[in-house]
C-alpha cells in the first residue's frame, strides 16, 4: 500500500506540520515505504508464538502491600482555612 499526497497532508495537518511542495514528495516516499515494510511484517507467519510481556525472562520482585506510612489528616488540615469530616472545603467556582 503506498500513500498519496493528500493522506500525507492529511497527516501532516494532525501532526501540526507545515511542509512545502518539495517536503510533501519526499514524505509521500518516505511514509510509502514505512506502510509496505509494516505490510511486510504482518506478512509473517506469527502461530505458535506465544505473546510476551518482557524480553528476558525474569520475575517481578515485589514487596508485601503494607502502609508505611501514618495518617496525618487532621496535622495537615489544621492549616486549611475550611474542612468538614476531614475533607477540604473550596469556594463555588463554576455557576
Same mark, same amino acid.
Given at each position: 500500500?503506498?500513500?498519496?499526497?493528500?493522506?500525507?497532508? +492529511?497527516?501532516?495537518?494532525? =501532526?501540526?506540520?507545515?511542509?512545502? /511542495?518539495?517536503e510533501?514528495?519526499? &514524505?509521500?516516499?518516505?511514509?510509502?515505504?514505512?506502510?509496505e515494510?509494516?505490510?511486510?511484517?504482518s506478512?509473517?507467519d506469527?502461530?505458535?508464538?506465544?505473546?510476551?510481556? +518482557?524480553?528476558?525472562?525474569? =520475575?517481578?520482585?515485589?514487596?508485601? /502491600?503494607a502502609?508505611?506510612?501514618? &495518617?496525618?489528616r487532621?496535622?495537615?488540615?489544621?492549616?486549611?482555612?475550611?474542612?468538614?469530616?476531614?475533607?477540604?472545603?473550596?469556594?463555588?467556582?463554576?455557576?
Amino acid at each position: 500500500m503506498s500513500l498519496d499526497k493528500d493522506q500525507v497532508q +492529511h497527516i501532516a495537518m494532525l =501532526a501540526r506540520l507545515k511542509l512545502s /511542495d518539495e517536503e510533501y514528495a519526499e &514524505n509521500v516516499k518516505k511514509l510509502s515505504k514505512i506502510v509496505e515494510f509494516v505490510d511486510q511484517l504482518s506478512s509473517a507467519d506469527t502461530d505458535g508464538v506465544v505473546p510476551m510481556a +518482557h524480553p528476558l525472562d525474569a =520475575a517481578q520482585r515485589l514487596r508485601p /502491600d503494607a502502609v508505611t506510612d501514618i &495518617n496525618e489528616r487532621d496535622r495537615f488540615q489544621e492549616n486549611a482555612p475550611a474542612v468538614s469530616d476531614g475533607l477540604y472545603l473550596v469556594p463555588k467556582v463554576i455557576e
